[in-house]
């Protein structure tokens, strides 16, 4: 009992730090005042012809299919990531989507289901019909602990469409929002035994999408530990792959709090922080995407967008 009332504790002066660093600081970066009145198709009023996909600071979920995982009010706390569905997150802004099955199809966090991944991908192609200039990088994944899902990679074409689907090609990145459209998913497939994706086909391997995920519920520390890797790998325009900066905090065994909002809410808030002292660290070009938790509000969408459109006008 010590040791986890120790660690709240470290949790609540490491969340008072970052409020202080923020009164200090402040949040202004490069389009921070931007708000957008149309966030379902935000990417229709950028200038498609010459803002590129490597300079895109794509809004993004983790654990995006977790909005009905295990039982209401009995296991789902522990591993609820999103209270939004799938479509709900799309409609709100959100254009990156961390999607994990298990062996049969079925959404999962952990030992946790969901819904079959045939939920997802109908979401994915009701929003697409609903729109027309809206991108969308997918990556589905095998959970930790499962076989992966027969021919799953067959399936997830034949669901999304090879009309839909951009092709595996590193030189997307160079590539302008008009000239990867019509096609609007960018989808990777990242599966645990089975041969991965390879160039020329309509799916990515895990090579094109990289992140480096510290599990820890201190949000001072997770702050710190995603400022660090993003220095670390090479401006987007200097790399051939998406990187992913993940705005959140993860119970732990030893943590007082075990449910998944109070602790990810130690640093859900601290988005527009974070880009802030990026760019003023000389890292704001290295920024790509951006994911949290709880994408229930505007805010970090907004602030995405906001540095998008400021991309597009340097």
């Given at each position: 009992m010590g040791a986890r009332i120790s660690s709240e504790k470290a949790a609540i002066a490491e969340a008072k730090e970052l409020t202080e660093l923020e009164k200090k600081e402040g949040t202004e970066f490069p389009g921070s005042d931007y708000r957008s009145d149309n966030h379902k198709e935000w990417m229709s009023t950028l200038e498609l012809g010459r803002i590129k996909v490597r300079d895109v600071l794509w809004p993004g979920t983790h654990d995006s299919a977790t909005d009905k995982i295990g039982i209401y009010g009995v296991s789902r706390p522990f591993a609820q990531c999103q209270s939004l569905s799938i479509y709900k997150q799309l409609c709100q802004g959100v254009r990156v989507f961390d999607i994990r099955v298990e062996s049969t199809g079925r959404v999962c966090h952990g030992i946790l289901k969901s819904y079959k991944a045939d939920t997802v991908i109908a979401s994915l192609k009701k929003f697409l019909s609903e729109t027309k200039s809206e991108v969308v990088i997918l990556e589905v994944r095998t959970e930790f602990g499962y076989d992966d899902p027969p021919e799953y990679d067959k399936w997830l074409v034949d669901q999304i469409g090879a009309d839909n689907l951009v092709?595996?090609?590193?030189?997307?990145?160079?590539?302008?929002?008009?000239?990867?459209?019509?096609?609007?998913?960018?989808?990777?497939w990242k599966p645990r035994k089975t041969a991965a994706p390879s160039p020329g086909s309509l799916l990515f391997s895990s090579a094109f999408l990289k992140d480096n995920w510290?599990?820890?519920?201190?949000?001072?520390?997770?702050?710190?530990?995603?400022?660090?890797?993003?220095?670390?790998?090479?401006?987007?325009?200097?790399?051939?792959?998406?990187?992913?900066?993940?705005?959140?905090?993860?119970?732990?065994?030893?943590?007082?709090?075990?449910?998944?909002?109070?602790?990810?809410?130690?640093?859900r808030p601290r988005a527009r922080l974070f880009i802030s002292q990026a760019y003023k660290k000389g890292l704001g070009d290295h920024l790509q995407i951006l994911s949290q938790d709880f994408v229930d509000d505007d805010d970090l969408i907004d602030a995405c967008i906001g540095v998008t459109k400021s991309r597009q006008s340097s």
């Open positions: 092709t595996h090609d590193a030189n997307v990145f160079d590539k302008t929002l008009e000239e990867i459209l019509p096609k609007r998913v960018i989808c990777i510290t599990d820890t519920d201190l949000p001072l520390a997770k702050f710190n530990a995603n400022m660090k890797h993003l220095g670390e790998h090479p401006a987007n325009k200097d790399r051939k792959y998406f990187y992913r900066v993940e705005n959140t905090c993860t119970p732990q065994v030893t943590s007082a709090i075990l449910c998944v909002y109070p602790v990810t809410n130690r640093i």
